[in-house]
């Protein structure tokens, strides 16, 4: 089992930054990729970023060149750095986790962010 928490949500003007981090513990040493996806009210979960073991990021388009994600594998933490933030990027995020060999995911509890007008 995997534990994911999530912090550093919250409100933020637009062209604002936030940066997100999530903490892994439990069984860490299976942990594949990581990454973040978003929820807005009345939309399906989307990815955000998704970083490899190995560090190799992938964006969603929406979020390339104003998003990075970066992974500390010694401290089992994952974070979004997110800048240039517009209204549509408010959305409850979501941290997730992928083990390979156990062909299972896991999902912390989210946290808001929010982004004013």
């Known amino acids: 089992q995997v534990r994911l928490v999530e912090s550093g949500g919250g409100l933020v003007q637009a062209g604002g930054s936030l940066r997100l981090s999530c903490a892994a513990s439990?069984?860490?040493?299976?942990?594949?990729?990581m990454g973040w996806f978003r929820q807005a009210l009345g939309k399906k979960r989307e990815l955000v970023a998704r970083i490899s073991s190995g560090g190799m990021p992938n964006y969603g388009d929406s979020v390339k060149g104003r998003f990075t994600i970066s992974r500390d594998n010694a401290e089992n933490t994952v974070y979004l750095q997110m800048n240039s933030l517009k209204f549509e990027d408010t959305a409850v995020y979501y941290c997730?986790?992928?083990?390979?060999?156990?062909?299972?995911?896991?999902w912390g509890q989210g946290t808001q962010v929010t982004v004013s007008s």
């Open positions: 439990g069984s860490v040493l299976g942990i594949n990729d």
């Open positions: 997730n986790a992928f083990v390979a060999q156990a062909m299972a995911e896991y």
